[in-house]
């Protein structure tokens, strides 16, 4: 996990560094086919690594005036616990077996599933992106019963093995070169305190899935790409 992490990073610094790096034009409908499992996250993390960089990362992209599409403000603070296709009918949310039956599995262990965040990533599509470097049994072990849910359902369970990431922004305008050094600069500040700091998230609630988030227009979400 840690080696793709790492390589995904040096491609979207190249990228970014080249004006190459990609932008985010809204979602299409590939990404409203999608359908899954999503872990809510603490809307006030207290951790300064997470809290404080976000604050940060705003200020410095505002002052850039370089737009991102942030989380906390545009979209909900998740993680994606497994997705699930079916094209047959890409816009009718998960059926309520499939949510109940992944929060009475969160329910079961005795305090919330948690996971550690370790290292930020800008990858070639814009993503600024917190992954974790392991994942832990519980998170294996809810997958794999997610997974026969979906197909319960007749869905097809996406592969997301040695996966797990909290997306922060996402690019929607490519910088300019000055404004390239001093975004590289700031995120390499921010890889170095997490490194030293990660961060700790507690995943004590299950919500929606992403056809509620995105194609029902929840939480602020823009569509915006035909």
């Known amino acids: 996990m840690v080696d793709k992490a790492e390589a995904l990073h040096t491609a979207g610094i190249d990228a970014l560094m080249s004006g190459q790096i990609g932008t985010f034009p809204g979602f299409d409908?590939?990404?409203l086919i999608r359908r899954c499992v999503v872990a809510g996250l603490p809307t006030t993390p207290s951790q300064w690594t997470f809290?404080?960089?976000v604050r940060r990362l705003l200020a410095v992209t505002s002052g850039l005036g370089l737009p991102l599409y942030a989380?906390?403000?545009d979209f909900p603070w998740h993680v994606t616990m497994l997705e699930g296709r079916d094209e047959s009918s890409p816009y009718i949310p998960l059926q309520a077996p499939i949510i109940d039956g992944a929060r009475n599995f969160a329910g079961r262990w005795h305090s919330s599933i948690e996971?550690?965040?370790s290292r930020l990533v800008l990858d070639v599509r814009g993503n600024?992106?917190?992954?974790?470097d392991w994942l832990p049994e519980s998170v294996h072990i809810m997958r794999e019963e997610l997974a026969k849910l979906y197909q319960h359902q007749n869905l097809k369970p996406l592969a997301m093995e040695n996966i797990l990431h909290c997306t922060v922004a996402r690019l929607t305008a490519v910088p300019g070169p000055a404004e390239r050094h001093?975004?590289?600069e700031y995120l390499q500040f921010w890889r170095?305190?997490?490194s030293h700091s990660p961060i700790e998230m507690p995943i004590s609630q299950l919500v929606g899935t992403r056809s509620d988030v995105f194609f029902f227009g929840l939480f602020g979400a823009r569509l915006v790409k035909a």
């Open 29 to 31: 409908r590939e990404e």
């Open 51 to 53: 809290s404080e960089g």
């Open 115 to 117: 996971i550690f965040l």
């Open 71 to 73: 989380a906390g403000r």
């Open 192 to 194: 170095v305190a997490i």
């Open 128 to 132: 600024i992106i917190l992954t974790a």
């Open 182 to 184: 001093i975004l590289r």
